[in-house]
T-cell receptor, first 111, second 115 residues
C-alpha cells in the first residue's frame, strides 16, 4: 500500500463549480499535512497546511480526519487559474520535516 | 526574497557522462531536500540534509548517485555515470527547523535528459 494515495483524476469541471479531492495516508502516527499545487512544468508550491480542526483560505477548505486517515481539499467557485495538479503531502512520524508526496490529482477547469 | 536556486535549468548529455546538479537553499533554512520527479513514479525523495549533515539517503537509487552539502548555502547532486533512465526533473527544496507544519520551498528544478 502506498503511503499517500490520491485519485489521479483528471477532474474536468466548468468555471464556478465546486470540486473536492480526497487523499488517504497509511501511517496513523503522521504528524502534519499539506496540500501543494503544481502547475504544468513548474515546481510544487504550498497551497495550504491542513489542521486538525479544518481550515479555510478563501475559496479553499481543507479537512483532516485522523480516525479514517483521510484528508480532503474543497475548492469552491472554481477559476480557470485553478487548473493544476494538487498534491496531498504527509509528514510521517520521526521524519524531521521529511514529507511524503501523493502522486497528485489533476484538475482542469474549463470555460 | 530569493527562493531556492537551482542550476542548470536544463541539462542534456550522453549516457556515461557525469552530471552535477546544484542548489542554493533559502538563507537561514536548516533542511535541504533533493527530489526526483517522473511521470511513472511521481515525486520521490532522494536524500535530505539537516545543518549540512545527510540524515536520510534511503531514496538514493544507486551508488551512481551522490550528494554533498559542503556548507549551509550550497549542495550538489551528482550522477556518475549517467544512464537514460535517470532522465527526470530534479528538484531541490529547503525548509526551516521547527518540527511540525514546516513546509518545504522548492526550486524551479533541473530538467535532465540523458541520451
Amino acid at each position: 500500500r502506498k503511503e499517500v494515495e490520491q485519485d489521479p483524476g483528471p477532474f474536468n469541471v466548468p468555471e464556478g463549480a465546486t470540486v473536492a479531492f480526497n487523499c488517504t495516508y497509511s501511517n496513523s502516527a503522521s504528524q502534519s499535512f499539506f496540500w501543494y499545487r503544481q502547475d504544468c512544468r513548474k515546481e510544487p508550491k504550498l497551497l495550504m497546511s491542513v489542521y486538525s480542526s479544518g481550515n479555510e483560505d478563501g475559496r479553499f477548505t481543507a479537512q483532516l480526519n485522523r480516525a479514517s486517515q483521510y484528508i480532503s481539499l474543497l475548492i469552491r467557485d472554481s477559476k480557470l487559474s485553478d487548473s493544476a495538479t494538487y498534491l496531498c503531502v504527509v509528514n510521517p512520524p520521526g521524519g524531521y520535516n521529511k514529507l511524503i508526496f501523493g502522486a497528485g490529482t489533476r484538475l482542469a477547469v474549463h470555460p | 526574497d530569493a527562493g531556492v536556486i537551482q542550476s542548470p535549468r536544463h541539462e542534456v548529455t550522453e549516457m556515461g557522462q557525469e552530471v552535477t546538479l546544484r542548489c542554493k537553499p533559502i538563507s537561514g533554512h536548516d533542511y535541504l531536500f533533493w527530489y526526483r520527479q517522473t511521470m511513472m513514479r511521481g515525486l520521490e525523495l532522494l536524500i535530505y540534509f539537516n545543518n549540512n549533515v545527510p540524515i536520510d539517503d534511503s531514496g538514493m537509487p544507486e551508488d551512481r548517485f551522490s550528494a554533498k552539502m559542503p556548507n549551509a548555502s550550497f549542495s550538489t547532486l551528482k550522477i556518475q555515470p549517467s544512464e537514460p533512465r535517470d532522465s527526470a526533473v530534479y528538484f531541490c527544496a529547503s525548509s526551516l527547523e521547527g518540527g511540525d507544519n514546516q513546509p518545504q520551498h522548492f526550486g524551479d528544478g533541473t530538467r535532465l535528459s540523458i541520451l
